[in-house]
């Protein structure tokens, strides 16, 4: 079943921050998180484990909480580049899996001068 | 990381033609995954490549319509069968390790009429 993300569109003024939400139905091994800009390839941004571990740049942060079945995605400061549409992939409910994702409707983000 | 390219990049076919789409990876990687995407939505996964053995299709794909090969660890091809304008999506493929990022291609924007 597909996680669902909410909000599912933002606009900000460059600076301000921002959280976008994924939350699952099913027990989750991974919450994986990319952003893709009109007419491009989604791109990795974080990918965080069951157990605590993450994976990503130094400037996006988010958060796992394995007993909600859920994963947070803060965007700081935020900067003209960071528009886009954001997705959520989540896998599980264990690494047996295999790292298929089912993604999220995906939230847009727009951000301003 | 890995950078992949697909071709073509984008085609028109005729309504019950066939078109394949190439999918090359810059390094061998684990896992290779092939999705859909309609423009301004999220990314549906069609099938897990499996390298010298039948791709795993998920619900609602099926291997006479969309025949999936991968001869190698850096290599796969998916085919769209007998096209209706119903196909008519962007197709992406990934790749990447198990417990780690996937990088997706540029994507094969195909149009039926």
């Known amino acids: 079943q597909q996680p669902v993300q909410s909000p599912q569109a933002v606009i900000l003024r460059e600076g301000e921050d921002a959280v976008i939400n994924c939350s699952s139905s099913?027990?989750?091994?991974?919450v994986h998180w990319y952003r893709q800009k009109h007419g491009e390839a989604p791109v990795f941004l974080m990918i965080l484990l069951k157990g605590g571990e993450q994976k990503g740049h130094e400037k996006i942060s988010a958060s796992f909480n394995e007993k909600k079945q859920q994963s947070s995605l803060y965007l700081t400061a935020s900067q003209l580049s960071y528009s886009g549409t954001y997705f959520c992939?989540?896998?599980?409910?264990?690494?047996?899996?295999?790292?298929?994702?089912?993604f999220g409707g995906g939230t847009r983000v727009l951000v301003k001068p | 990381s890995a950078v992949i390219s697909q071709k073509p990049s984008r085609d028109i076919c005729q309504r019950g033609t066939s078109l394949t789409i190439q999918c090359q990876v810059d390094?061998?990687?684990?896992?290779m995954f092939w999705y859909r995407q309609q423009p301004g939505q999220s990314l549906t996964l069609i099938a897990t490549?499996?390298?010298?053995?039948?791709?795993?299709?998920e619900s609602g794909f099926v291997i006479d319509k969309f025949p999936i090969s991968r001869p190698n660890l850096t290599f796969s091809t998916l085919t769209v069968s007998n096209m209706s304008p119903e196909d008519s999506s962007i197709y992406l493929c990934?790749?990447?390790?198990?417990?780690?990022?996937?990088?997706f291609g540029p994507g094969t924007r195909l149009t039926v009429t």
């Open positions: 992939g989540t896998e599980g409910p264990s690494k047996a899996a295999g790292n298929k994702l089912t």
């Open positions: 099913k027990a989750l091994y991974s």
């Open positions: 390094s061998q990687v684990t896992m």
């Open positions: 490549a499996n390298q010298g053995s039948e791709a795993t299709y």
């Open positions: 990934s790749g990447g390790q198990r417990e780690y990022e996937q990088y």
